[in-house]
C-alpha cells in the first residue's frame, strides 16, 4: 500500500489566540511544568507573577501590605491594598496577551512585570482564576477557567482598594502537584529584604525587614563573617559586602525586587567592580578570584524596563540603567554600579580602617592557595592529556549551561541549554546504563571510580592533587570561576544501598566544603531512582515509595510481579530512559537557614565517631521496618 501523501495548504495554516497558545507552548512562559518537588517548578512561576504585581504597587507608593494565603487543596490567594486594577480593564488585564499597565513607564517607573503575560499565563494555566479590584467604594470581579471567561460583575463594596486574585493550578497541566511552603516561604522573606517597609503575610505569618539587604546576608550567612557587613546604598542601588573563611562566592542578586538566580549584567559588573575597587584600594595586582575567595554578599538594583533572558526573569539580560523608544539610553549598568562600588566601598574603607588588614589577609591566604593548586592542576591536566583519562571518565553532551544564547538561537536549542545536565554515577555498570538511555544533546555522564576520598579531612592542596576530583572539577569547567559552570544541573545518581549513600555522602562534602555556590544556586540534585517494579503480563509499573507500590498493587488486583532496585545496574538502559527523561524525579540539595557548613561536615564526616554512632543507633532502620513506612 502506498504511503498517502501529506498536501501543505492554507487549510494547514492556523492562527492561536493568545491564551490557547500559552496552554500549548507553556514552557515559553513560564519555563518547566513540574509538580512542585522542584524550586523552579512552573507554580512558583505562577505565584510570583502574581505577587509581582502587588509589589510594583508597593514599589509605586500604594500599599504597605500583601496577603498571601496557599492553601492545602493547591488554591492560592494573594490579595494587595494598592490602587487596584482599573476597573473596565479587569478582564482585558488578565486574559488578553500584551496587554498592561506596564508598557507606559508613567504608571510603573521601575517594576518587575512589563511585557504584559503575567497575569494571563496564570490565568490560562488554572483550572480556576478569580480576580476581583477594589476603588473607591466599588468592585468588578471575573471568573475564569482555563483561561476562559466564565462569568463577571461590578458591584459596590466596602472593601478597601487594591486587588484580590485567587487560582488553582490546572492539574491537566501540573499533575498532582504540591506547593513546597519552605521555597514559597524562601520567595516571600526575599521580597520582605527587597522592599524595607513592607509588611507580607504568608498564611497567617508576617514577614518584614528593617534593615533590607543587611538583613538578607545575616541570615544567608553559613558562617561567622571575618568583618561586619558592608551595607552601602545610593540612588536605585543597595549592596551588602563581606568575607567569610569558606570556599567560593555567596552573592545574591536583585532587579526591581526579582530575584535573579542566575545573575546577569548587574551581577557580573557586581563582581568586576569588587574586584577592581580592592586592587586600586590596595594598589596591587591582585587576581580578581583572590578578592572575592570567601565573599557573601548581595545586591539589588533599580532599572526602567528591565529585560530578562526569559520569562521566567532569573537572569537580567538588560545592558542600560534605562532606555527609551527613540534609542536614548542611561549609563550602562557595568558604568553605574562601577561608579558606585568605586566610590562607596573606598569611602567606607578610609573610614573604617579596622577591617582594612583583615581583608588583604584573606586575598593574600586565598592568593597563596591558589598559586599552590594552580601548578597541581597543570601537571595534572599534562599527564590527564598524554594519557586521555579525561575521555574515559566523561561522557560529554552536545550543548552546555554557558554556551551563549541570544534571541536568534533557536527556541529547542535554548531548552537543550537550560536542561544541560551532567550525572555523576558510580562505576562502570550504572554509567553505562545512564550512558545508553541519556539524551546526548544535553546529558552528560562522569563516571566515579569507587569511594572519592573524604574532603573534610583533606587541606585543597591535597584535594587538587587527586586525579577523580581534579578530573570532576574539569568536567564541570569551574577551575577558574563557578560563572564558567557547563551544566545546569548536577545530578548525584547511585545505588540506593549503604555503599552508594557513602559515596553520595562524599560526593555531597566535595561540594559543600569546596563549592557551596553551586548548592545555593540550586545546580546539585540528588536522582531519585524507582524502588520497586510492579507488573503483570500487560502493565507495568515503576514505584518510588511504599505507597506507590501498594497502589499499584491494588491497579493490578493483587495478580502481579514484584522486583525490588537495589542498584542503578539492575535497571535495563530502555527502563532507565524513563527516569531521566520528562518525569525525572529530582531531590535539590538545599541548606536550612540555621545549619552552618562546616557544623554539619563536622558531625557527618569528622572524627566524631561516638556521637555519630549514637545518632545513627537512634535513627536506624532495619529492611523489615522500612517496610512499613515510606522510604
Not at 470581579?141 to 458591584?155: Q, R, S
Request: net charge negative.
Amino acid at each position: 500500500m502506498a504511503e498517502e501523501q501529506i498536501h501543505y495548504t492554507e487549510d494547514n495554516i492556523r492562527t492561536i489566540e493568545g491564551m490557547e497558545h500559552i496552554r500549548m507552548r507553556p514552557g515559553m512562559y513560564i519555563g518547566r511544568l513540574g509538580d512542585g518537588r522542584n524550586q523552579d517548578d512552573g507554580i512558583y512561576v505562577l505565584l510570583k507573577e502574581i505577587i509581582d504585581n502587588s509589589i510594583d504597587e508597593y514599589a509605586m507608593g500604594f500599599g504597605k501590605q500583601i496577603l498571601i494565603d496557599v492553601g492545602e487543596d493547591g488554591s492560592v490567594s494573594v490579595r494587595d491594598f494598592g490602587r487596584g486594577i482599573p476597573l473596565g480593564s479587569v478582564v482585558m488585564a488578565t486574559s488578553i496577551l500584551n496587554t498592561g499597565g506596564k508598557f507606559d513607564d508613567k504608571a510603573f517607573k521601575k517594576s518587575v512585570g512589563l511585557n504584559g503575560v503575567g497575569s494571563k499565563a496564570v490565568n490560562a494555566l488554572s483550572e480556576e482564576f478569580y480576580v476581583c479590584s477594589n476603588r473607591d467604594g466599588m468592585c468588578h470581579w471575573a471568573k475564569f477557567a482555563k483561561g476562559v471567561l466564565i462569568e463577571e460583575k461590578e458591584e459596590s463594596t466596602k472593601e478597601k482598594n487594591g486587588t484580590l486574585i485567587r487560582f488553582t493550578p490546572d492539574r491537566e497541566m501540573f499533575g498532582n502537584f504540591a506547593f513546597n511552603l519552605d521555597y514559597v516561604k524562601d520567595m516571600v522573606k526575599n521580597y520582605s529584604y527587597l522592599k524595607k517597609g513592607l509588611t507580607l503575610t504568608l498564611n497567617g505569618t508576617n514577614y518584614k525587614s528593617e534593615n533590607g539587604l543587611a538583613d538578607l546576608v545575616k541570615e544567608n550567612l553559613s558562617e561567622a563573617p571575618l568583618y561586619p557587613p558592608i551595607h552601602l546604598e545610593g540612588e536605585d542601588i543597595e549592596i551588602v559586602i563581606s568575607h567569610t573563611n569558606s570556599y567560593g562566592e555567596n552573592i545574591s542578586s536583585f532587579v526591581n525586587g526579582q530575584n535573579t538566580r542566575d545573575g546577569g549584567t548587574h551581577l557580573a559588573a557586581f563582581r568586576e567592580a569588587i574586584a577592581k575597587t580592592l586592587r586600586d584600594f590596595f594598589k596591587k595586582n591582585y587576581e580578581a578570584a583572590d578578592c572575592r575567595q570567601g565573599i557573601v554578599g548581595a545586591i539589588s538594583i533599580q532599572i526602567q524596563e528591565p529585560h530578562f533572558e526569559s520569562q521566567t526573569k532569573i537572569k537580567l539580560g538588560s545592558t542600560y540603567m534605562w532606555e527609551k523608544p527613540d534609542g536614548e539610553t542611561g549609563p550602562s549598568i557595568r558604568t553605574y554600579v562601577n561608579d558606585f562600588v568605586a566610590k562607596s566601598l573606598d569611602d567606607y574603607l578610609r573610614i573604617h580602617k579596622e577591617i582594612v588588614p583583615i581583608i588583604e589577609e584573606k586575598i593574600k591566604e586565598a592568593q597563596k592557595e591558589r598559586e599552590e593548586i594552580a601548578g597541581i592542576q597543570k601537571k595534572t591536566r599534562e599527564k590527564n592529556k598524554k594519557a586521555s583519562v579525561y575521555n574515559k571518565k566523561l561522557r560529554d553532551c552536545k550543548y552546555h549551561y554557558n554556551d551563549k544564547v541570544t534571541e536568534r538561537t533557536p527556541e529547542e536549542i535554548q531548552e537543550c541549554i537550560n536542561n544541560s545536565s551532567i550525572f555523576i554515577t558510580e562505576g562502570d555498570s550504572a554509567s553505562g546504563t545512564i550512558t545508553k538511555a541519556r539524551q546526548g544533546n544535553f546529558q552528560a555522564v562522569f563516571s566515579l571510580r569507587g569511594k572519592p576520598i573524604n574532603c573534610y579531612k583533606e587541606s585543597r592542596k591535597r584535594v587538587a592533587e587527586n586525579e577523580e576530583l581534579n578530573l570532576l572539577i574539569s568536567a564541570l569547567g569551574v577551575e577558574e570561576d563557578v560563572a564558567d559552570l557547563r551544566y545546569n544541573q548536577i545530578i548525584v545518581a547511585t545505588d540506593a544501598d549503604d555503599d552508594g549513600m557513602h559515596i553520595r555522602m562524599l560526593v555531597l562534602t566535595f561540594f559543600m566544603k569546596y563549592y557551596p555556590d553551586l548548592i545555593r544556586r540550586g545546580h546539585v540534585h540528588i536522582l531519585q531512582t524507582p524502588l520497586f517494579r510492579v507488573k503483570n503480563k500487560k502493565e507495568n509499573y515503576y514505584c518510588y515509595d511504599i505507597p506507590e507500590k501498594e497502589a499499584a498493587i491494588a491497579k493490578l488486583k493483587g495478580n502481579c510481579e514484584i522486583t525490588r532496585f537495589k542498584g542503578l545496574g539492575e535497571i535495563s538502559s530502555n527502563e532507565f530512559s524513563d527516569f531521566i527523561g520528562d518525569k525525572m524525579r529530582l531531590d535539590r540539595v538545599k541548606l536550612a537557614e540555621e545549619e552552618s557548613i562546616s557544623e554539619i561536615m563536622e558531625f557527618y564526616m569528622g572524627d566524631n565517631t561516638l556521637e555519630r554512632q549514637n545518632f545513627i543507633r537512634t535513627h536506624l532502620r532495619s529492611e523489615e521496618e522500612l517496610e512499613d513506612i515510606d522510604i
